[in-house]
T-cell receptor, first 114, second 113 residues
Framework: AQSVTQLDSQVPVFEEAPVELRCNYS??????LFWYVQYPNQGLQLLLK??????LVESINGFEAEFNKSQTSFHLRKPSVHISDTAEYFC????????????FGKGTRLHILP | DTGVSQDPRHKITKRGQNVTFRCDPI?????LYWYRQTLGQGPEFLTY????????KSRLLSDRFSAERPKGSFSTLEIQRTEQGDSAMYLC???????????FGPGTRLTVL
């Protein structure tokens, strides 16, 4: 079985400051890793995913995440946040090859302070 | 393509009543998923359809819950004899086969009084 731990339920950060949202996972098999984002009053949308290959993956809006197998982590980072990044971020995992079975973390709410 | 739609967006009901939610996936998406999300938690998997076949059900899905996808297009989730613990956001998602991304609808928020 797989599980996901998001250590921070809320992260406040000033606009234009860097941010890191932490995610650790547990699994006895190889995994795919995802970050989904939920903007206020909108549905969940995929931000980025790691399936294989380069351990550093990037999104189109400046976020990146690095898969660290030894530390079983997939932390999400952005060097400079914008007010529009205010959202809840969910880390998720699925067994490799089982994209139908996604396990989500509890989410981290990102508050951007002016 | 208008994305995944869910109806209603909000439902308030009294304990003991039955409720039914509808999900319309993105057209031609074979797979359809139902999740439940409570406050402070991430989405929890309930069930999954490949076309009209219900392939997997979570233990969270008690016998009061039933889901159907009769023609492999839209799906319904029915909760019978609702309880206050059923209050949650019910999310629907769809995907093509082996796409490694699920597309979520806006959810149906259920409040059981």
């Amino acid at each position: 079985a797989q599980s996901v731990t998001q250590l921070d339920s809320q992260v406040p950060v000033f606009e234009e400051a860097p941010v890191e949202l932490r995610c650790n996972y547990s699994s006895s098999v190889s995994v795919y890793l995802f970050w989904y984002v939920q903007y206020p009053n909108q549905g969940l949308q995929l931000l980025l995913k790691y399936l294989s290959g380069s351990t550093l993956v990037e999104s189109i809006n400046g976020f990146e995440a690095e898969f660290n197998k030894s530390q079983t982590s997939f932390h999400l980072r952005k060097p400079s946040v914008h007010i529009s990044d205010t959202a809840e971020y969910f880390c998720a995992v699925s067994p490799e090859g089982r994209d139908d079975k996604i396990i989500f973390g509890k989410g981290t709410r990102l508050h951007i302070l002016p | 393509d208008t994305g995944v739609s869910q109806d209603p967006r909000h439902k308030i009901t009294k304990r003991g009543q039955n409720v039914t939610f509808r999900c319309d996936p993105i057209s031609e998406h074979n797979r359809l998923y139902w999740y439940r999300q409570t406050l402070g938690q991430g989405p929890e998997f309930l069930t999954y359809f490949q076309n009209e076949a219900q392939l997997e059900k979570s233990r969270l899905l008690s016998d009061r819950f039933s889901a159907e996808r009769p023609k492999g297009s839209f799906s319904t989730l029915e909760i019978q004899r609702t309880e206050q613990g059923d209050s949650a956001m019910y999310l629907c998602a769809s995907s093509p086969d082996y796409y490694n991304e699920q597309f979520f609808g806006p959810g149906t928020r259920l409040t059981v009084l």
